[in-house]
Each structure stands twice: as structure tokens, then as C-alpha cells.
């Protein structure tokens, strides 16, 4: 299987990525490189092998549902671009 | 001799003894950071007001005769990765550059409990996805031994930090290799803990079924004193393990009379000749010792890189989805729209490693090639833990080398992202089982240090610590300094 530069124009797109012509070029060829190394794995029978997901046994991490103070606004706002009236600030979603 | 050459029981003896002070060791940590730091730039940012601020503070403590913490007094960096409330955090990438976080990961918080002195914030490949350190957005650090040469990645920074005596111990972070391998490259003790032992809880995820927090040191012992303070159950953290933590330090006795070593020849075949010979060296030296060792196979080494990758990007690529823009971090100018600024943020935050790791996993992850490809590196994963675990129904430790080289030429293999993958082919296995390894150095080839990579069964820390000791206490390759 062999990627294009659609494909990767593509999945840059999914991936909320912009790339320049120079970046797609180069990871075309990359991506090429490293999925035909991951062919690999084909070599290997899988047929009834369940996936491991997880080495650990995971449960739920419940909490009692109490009530706490909330973060002071100052400290939620501490990292943000832009904020406002208590919000944080991004371009109209709405034309 | 300088005090961080000290053992940690002899450092907190002086300090008892007022023959030493906190101050004192943070006075040596920032005068050999003077010194040396301009030529290996293994920090990122230094916090020498808040250094001294605490140790002023265990000053006083020590003083009033207070009970002290395990850890009292001593040094400590921190890979940027782990959230450090009001010290920047950056994870090395101009998408967090001018991060200030508002909590502490929860290794922090027991390394405080543990009255450690943070003197700072330690380079790194950029949210930790890489292998030379060459990715980190700020610089890249050198490793002490040469300093042309890479430290290994991506805890780079943490581990030239110990090598250079710039730090009495650090944390580091593990999804495939990275505290073992720069260990092993820097010459100094690197300890991946089995998955859930230590909470990721504050660590800024790349990998989230792999990504494990540990320590590096310049001898097993020290390794031991980290573990038993951030071990441990965090109700914080979902994939935090609720066992029992034993008493690391006792357990380094010194005995390995009867050990059972299993040596995979997949983790031989191929590695540099000088490297075979100081760990065949290694296995004297354990056999010396009354340990028992035997060629064993783990059929499927060779599946893990690939494996490996798939899995780790395709993490990535949905952990670094928080990464928009919105409520912290790089935010573009000007962009019209509400995608545009997710899109123009995203493009100009993330350096070119991670962009190539986001695009790998999100391709991995699209429908129709899902099953090709992410289902089916979970199913060779499965394999690969059934190879470690059937080796641990006849064995109690597997040996083997931690990298198949000595640390490389900076820049020989940046253009070449599937050969820098290759350099992890021995930690990789490791990290897809989950269960513990510790890299020791064990000699030498051409004047740069080689690692021993000792892995554990899940959760048995305490006989990959106990092998360790045995072997370094039999040897003087961790005495060795780079001449800087």
C-alpha cells in the first residue's frame, strides 16, 4: 500500500494539521517508509490473538460526589490566549 | 571526589552531622551548573530563586531537628514533562514555551513530601517523541562523554544532568526506552518502573498505555531511594496500580546467589561487538556471583519496533488533540475562523517529529486501515508479553544490552526517522509488556559508556534493583566521570 500526497493532505486535515508543499512531500516519502516497515507485521499469524490494549486490569476510579470550590478564575485563566468576561476568547464559530 | 559523587546515606550522614548543609549541596549543584551547563545545555529553565528559597527552608528544618524526608536535601531536576506548579513547563516545544501550570503532578508533590530541593526544568525531545534529544524545539543537549555525540533521548536532559554532576539525581519519563536508553548513552543508572507503579498523573501524556515516570541516578542504590518515594497508588491517576511497595532498599543484598538469567539472543544478534563484549563481560561477572545463566529466545523482538510505533502514535495522535489553541499554549494570530485557528495554532506549535508521529497515528487510526494497522499491533503487542512472561515462569531476570550502540554523532541520523526508531529496538519489548528494566552502566567502547539492560516481572522491582547492586558494587564503571 502506497501513500500520495492526497492521502496526506488528507488524514493533515483529520488531524487538524496546515502542511506546506515541502512538509507533504517530505511525509509522503516518510509515512511511505515507516507504514512499508509496519508491513512487518503481516508476517505474523494473529488469527484468534486478542489485543492487549492495556498491560494493567483497569477499572473505573470512582469518587463520592461531593461538592468542592471550583479553580479561582484567576488560576483557570493563568495560560490563557485571550480571554473575556470570564471566558475564554476564539473566532466567531458562526459567520 | 565533589559531593554529588556521595552516596545518598552518606550525603544525609554529613548533613546530620551539620558537616553540610542543604545550601551547600545547592550551592554545588549551581556551581557546577556554572561551569559545565554552557557546553551540555541540559536545562531548560533553572530555578536557582526557588533552590535556594527550599533550601533555606530544609535548612531550618534540619536545625529544629524535624523528622526528614527520604530524600531530604538532595538536588533534584525534572524532565519537562511533569506539570511544576508557577515553574514553566514546556515539554521542549514552542507550543508550550510560555506555560505556567497551576498544579503539581503528583511525583511533584512527593518529592516535596520527600524534601527534595528542585533546581530546575530538564531538556527534552519535544512531548517527549524521540531519541537523540536533536527534537527538542529550544536546543539540543550534548552528551557529557563527547559532546558531539547525542544524549540519547528523550529523557536526554535528565540524564546529561547526572553525568555531569549538574544535578544529584533526576526524573525522566519512558514510552519506549527513553530513561534507559540516555542512561545507557550517559553513563548513569536509568530505572523504568512496570507500568502503574509510579502516577502519570501530571505527566504530560504521549503514550498513555506506556508512558511511565522513573528515576535516573549515578548508582542503583539512589535508584532505589527515588523508586520508594513516588511509588505508589494515586486515585488521581485511572491506570495507577493499587499494590503493596516493598522496601526497595532492603532489598538490595548484594545476593544473587542462584539468580536465573535468561539471555535472548534476539538481544545480541546485531548489536555493535563492543557492546556484545562488555555485557558478556557483565554475565561473568553476575556468574561469578553464583548466578545461573542461559541463551533463551523471545521470538517476536524483532516485531516490536513496528509494533511499537503504531501504537505510540496513534496515543499521540489523540492525546495531542487537547492541544487547540483554546484555554493555554500557542495560539496563531489573526486566524479567521475557529479551524483556522486550531489549524494555524497546531501547524506552527508542533515541531516536525511531532507532526510525523500525529500524522502516523491519525492515518493509523482512519477508518479502513484501523484494523490493518492499530488492531493488529495490539495483537503482535499480545505476543510480545507472552514472550516475557513465559521466559518468567523459568527465569527471574532477562539480561541484555540497552542499546545495540554507543550514543552516535549529533545529526547523523535526524533525516532518517525509521534508523533513530531502530536505535530503541532493545527498550522497546520492554515498554510494550509494561514490566520494569533498569539500564546500569557496564564498560565501555571507544571512551562512551554502554548499559546493561536488566528487566523484571511486573511489579518486581526489587530483584532488577537487587541484580543491579550486586553487579555495580563488583564493578567501578559507575565510578567513571566524563572529563568536562
Known sequence: MSIQIKDVEHVAKLARLNLTDEEKETFTEQLNAILQYAEKLNELDTEGVAPTTHVLHLSNVMREDEVHESLPQEKVFRNAPEEEDGQFKVPAVLE | ?484
Request: net charge negative; with cysteine; hydrophobic share 40%.
Open chain 2, 1 to 484: 571526589m565533589t559531593l554529588f559523587d556521595l552516596r545518598l546515606q552518606e550525603v544525609h550522614n554529613r548533613l546530620h552531622e551539620k558537616e553540610l548543609s542543604v545550601t551547600d549541596l545547592v550551592d554545588e549543584a549551581f556551581k557546577v551548573i556554572g561551569k559545565r551547563e554552557e557546553q551540555v545545555k541540559a536545562y531548560l529553565t533553572l530555578d536557582e530563586e526557588g533552590a535556594r528559597a527550599q533550601a533555606a527552608k530544609l535548612d531550618d528544618k534540619l536545625m529544629s531537628g524535624e523528622a526528614r524526608g527520604l530524600l531530604f536535601g538532595l538536588p533534584a531536576g525534572i524532565k519537562d514533562n511533569m506539570i511544576t506548579e508557577g515553574l514553566r513547563t514546556t515539554c521542549a516545544s514552542q507550543f508550550l514555551k510560555n506555560y505556567d501550570p497551576i498544579y503539581d503532578a503528583t511525583v511533584i508533590t512527593k518529592l516535596k513530601a520527600a524534601d527534595t530541593v528542585t533546581i530546575g526544568k530538564l531538556n527534552m525531545d519535544e512531548f517527549a517523541m524521540g531519541g537523540s534529544n536533536e527534537n527538542s524545539s529550544f536546543y539540543t543537549t550534548r552528551n557529557p562523554w563527547d559532546l558531539s555525540r547525542v544524549p540519547g533521548g528523550s529523557s536526554g536532559g535528565s540524564a546529561a544532568a547526572v553525568a555531569a554532576g549538574e544535578a544529584y539525581f533526576t526524573l525522566g519519563s519512558d514510552t519506549g526506552g527513553s530513561i534507559r536508553q540516555p542512561a545507557s548513552y550517559c553513563g548513569v543508572v536509568g530505572l523504568k518502573p512496570t507500568y502503574g507503579l509510579v502516577s502519570r498523573y501530571g505527566l504530560v501524556a504521549f503514550a498513555s498505555s506506556l508512558d511511565q515516570i522513573g528515576p535516573i541516578t549515578k548508582n542503583v542504590e539512589d535508584s532505589a531511594y527515588v523508586l520508594q518515594a513516588i511509588a505508589g497508588h494515586d486515585p488521581k491517576d485511572s491506570t495507577s496500580a493499587n499494590v503493596e511497595i516493598p522496601d526497595y532498599v532492603s532489598a538490595l543484598t548484594g545476593d544473587v546467589k542462584g539468580l536465573r538469567i535468561a539471555v535472548p539472543k534476539e538481544y545480541l544478534d546485531g548489536v555493535d561487538p563492543k557492546v556484545k563484549e562488555a555485557v558478556m563481560d557483565a554475565l561473568k561477572v553476575l556468574e561469578g556471583l553464583g548466578a545461573v545463566w542461559e541463551e533463551v529466545s523471545l521470538p517476536h523482538t524483532e516485531y516490536a519496533v513496528a509494533a511499537y510505533y503504531l501504537l505510540a502514535s496513534s496515543e499521540a495522535s489523540s492525546n495531542l488533540s487537547r492541544f487547540d489553541g483554546v484555554r493555554y499554549g500557542e495560539r496563531a494570530n489573526h486566524a479567521g475562523s475557529l479551524m483556522d485557528l486550531y489549524l494555524d495554532s497546531r501547524s506552527q506549535g508542533f515541531g516536525p517529529e511531532v507532526k510525523r508521529r500525529i500524522m502516523l497515528g491519525t492515518y493509523a487510526l482512519s477508518s479502513g486501515y484501523y484494523d490493518a494497522y492499530y488492531l493488529k499491533a495490539q495483537k503482535v503487542r499480545t505476543l510480545i508479553k507472552r514472550d516475557f512472561d513465559q521466559t518468567f515462569e523459568k527465569f527471574d531476570v532477562i539480561i541484555g544490552p540497552t542499546a545495540p550502540t554507543t550514543a552516535f554523532p549529533l545529526g547523523s541520523q535526524v533525516d532518517d526517522p525509521l534508523t533513530m526508531y531502530l536505535n530503541d529496538i532493545l527498550t522497546i519489548p520492554v515498554s510494550l509488556a509494561g514490566v520494569p528494566a533498569v539500564s546500569v552502566p557496564c564498560g565501555f567502547a571507544d571512551g562512551l559508556p554502554v548499559g546493561l539492560q536488566i528487566i523484571g516481572k511486573a511489579f518486581d522491582e526489587g530483584t532488577v534493583l537487587r541484580t543491579a547492586h550486586a553487579y555495580e558494587v563488583h564493578t567501578e564503571h559507575h565510578k567513571r566521570r566524563p572529563s568536562l
